[in-house]
T-cell receptor, first 114, second 115 residues
Framework: DGGITQSPKYLFRKEGQNVTLSCEQNLNHDAMYWYRQDPGQGLRLIYYSQIVNDFQKGDIAEGYSVSREKKESFPLTVTSAQKNPTAFYLC?????????????FGPGTRLTVT | SQQGEEDPQALSIQEGENATMNCSYKTSINNLQWYRQNSGRGLVHLILIRSNEREKHSGRLRVTLDTSKKSSSLLITASRAADTASYFCATKLISVYNQGGKLIFGQGTELSVKP
């Protein structure tokens, strides 16, 4: 059963703690993406990776970090430097060959920091 | 920065009516895609239209693209209560170095279909 998994679905943390969100895909996609979505808003790109061991900052990378050590995995760390971390986080992946770049999304992780 | 602007922000219709959502963008694109998001879930790809296409159909969905006006519309015909969701357009820019598969998403249209 191919797809993208994100865990956990809900995550609660105290202010000042770092937290890592998991994203795994078995679609054999080269590219992976992290987005942040706030209530009633669109998606804002945090980081993306087109290939293993390489990633680029998106529009709102400050306070976040990522790694891409394996093709299947693209974990996102929300650091204590992120001023307003409470949000819904979405991971996606896509192929990079061809011209469509249709993205496949995981179910999301809702992070609440108090 | 967000390239896509969607209109309306919210739309409420009765079951059986048609729903039309619009998306405008600023720079030249390779393709434009529409996604659906049910509340609290991930996005699901609906349909893609390439820059050299003007209209595309998929089931009850019809997408048009006007590159001269830099705009697209998504029409859902004979809507159902199950179509209630947020709908997002996303643009794939003309290939830019090292941008790969990056898409730029609009703010979305929240569609409510009342039974």
């Amino acid at each position: 059963d191919g797809g993208i998994t994100q865990s956990p679905k809900y995550l609660f943390r105290k202010e000042g703690q770092n937290v890592t969100l998991s994203c795994e895909q078995n679609l054999n996609h080269d590219a992976m993406y992290w987005y942040r979505q706030d209530p009633g808003q669109g998606l804002r790109l945090i980081y993306y990776s087109q290939i293993v061991n390489d990633f680029q900052k998106g529009d709102i990378a400050e306070g976040y970090s990522v790694s891409r050590e394996k093709k299947e995995s693209f974990p996102l760390t929300v650091t204590s430097a992120q001023k307003n971390p409470t949000a819904f986080y979405l991971c996606a992946s896509s192929a990079t060959s061809g011209s469509s770049y249709e993205q496949y999304f995981g179910p999301g992780t809702r992070l609440t920091v108090t | 920065s967000q390239q896509g602007e969607e209109d309306p922000q919210a739309l409420s219709i009765q079951e059986g009516e048609n729903a039309t959502m619009n998306c405008s963008y600023k720079t030249s694109i390779n393709n434009l895609q529409w996604y659906r998001q049910n509340s609290g879930r991930g996005l699901v790809h609906l349909i893609l239209i390439r820059s050299n296409e003007r209209e595309k159909h998929s089931g009850r969905l019809r997408v048009t693209l006007d590159t001269s006006k830099k705009s697209s519309s998504l029409l859902i015909t004979a809507s159902r209560a199950a179509d209630t969701a947020s709908y997002f357009c996303a643009t794939k820019l003309i290939s830019v170095y090292n941008q790969g598969g990056k898409l730029i998403f609009g703010q979305g249209t929240e569609l409510s279909v009342k039974p």
